[in-house]
């Protein structure tokens, strides 16, 4: 790649991190767009287009990029983690683990990635699995911001369901 274009691709992508930062999301999507044309082998702009994507509650586009960004970058533990968290949201828990378990398989010390692989586990009734990967975060160090969100989304749920009772 030419040496201004490369220029060019890195405005792109660093606009579009300022946009997605500042809740943004339509134009950092943009902007990582404009990024990929120019180079389509950038597998950063794909992950970071597939995590505004997914903001967006644009959960199969998403997943479509996170993919790419694998396909390029294969051993990209983000990209995988990031795409189970996608899978999860659509209930498909067991793409949702083998996406986990690739990521662990990449980054071991990744705690977060053993407790949504637990929690994923449980959706699927494995038990002994869930407790071994909760376990597994919790001796790493599991990150307690990620634990009192999920905890928070499934008490709003369930007060969502109750109230229509």
Excluded at 51 to 71: C, N, Q, R, W
Aim: glycine fraction near 4%; aromatic fraction near 12%; avoid cysteine.
């Amino acid at each position: 790649m030419q040496e201004r274009n490369q220029e060019l691709v890195n405005k792109y992508y660093a606009r579009g991190i300022a946009s997605s930062e500042k809740g943004e999301v339509e134009l950092a999507i943009e902007d990582y767009t404009q990024a990929i044309e120019l180079n389509p082998e950038f597998a950063e702009a794909y992950y970071q287009r597939g995590l505004a994507y997914s903001k967006k509650g644009e959960i199969k586009l998403a997943i479509t990029d996170y993919t790419k960004a694998i396909e390029i970058k294969p051993d990209y533990a983000d990209a995988y983690y990031n795409r189970g968290l996608a899978y999860r949201i659509k209930e498909d828990y067991k793409r949702a683990i083998a996406d986990y378990t690739k990521a662990i398989e990449i980054d071991p010390h990744n705690a977060d990635v053993y407790y949504r692989r637990s929690r994923a586990w449980l959706y699927l009734g494995e038990e002994e699995k869930a407790k071994s990967d909760m376990k597994t975060a919790s001796d790493i160090g599991i990150n307690n911001t990620t634990a009192i969100d999920e905890i928070l989304r499934d008490y709003d749920r369930a007060w969502k369901v109750l109230g229509n009772l």
